[in-house]
């Protein structure tokens, strides 16, 4: 059965305004956990240095990686909440998106 091509651009338009797309991957995952511990440091210790900022990201990542939550991510995480969460300027916004 064919779409009309009114519910087919209406359909396409939903798509575009809510961010349709495929869920993150490990790797992007691995990036918002990153940007959730740098925008976390510049609010809590805004003085943090750049090495001390990427053993804070590796530590992270070490207990990420045991926690079976993070593991869940990509099936939890949508594309929409993602852009969300990685465009976020502070850690309120951050969290925010991800409670849509």
């Known amino acids: 059965m064919l779409l009309s091509p009114r519910v087919w651009l209406t359909a396409t338009l939903g ?7 495929p869920p993150p991957n490990a790797i992007e995952c691995g990036a918002l956990l990153d940007r959730y511990v740098t925008l976390l440091v510049k609010s809590d210790h805004p003085n943090t240095n750049e090495t001390e900022l990427m053993r ?14 993070f593991r869940e ?9 993602y852009d969300c969460a990685m465009s976020a300027e502070n850690v309120d ?8």
């Open 56 to 69: 804070l990201r590796e530590e992270a990542r070490k207990k990420a990686a045991r926690d079976p939550a």
């Open 15 to 21: 798509c575009f305004a809510s961010s349709c797309g």
């Open 93 to 100: 916004r951050f969290e925010q998106c991800l409670l849509w």
């Open 73 to 81: 991510c990509p099936s939890r995480v949508s594309r929409r909440e």
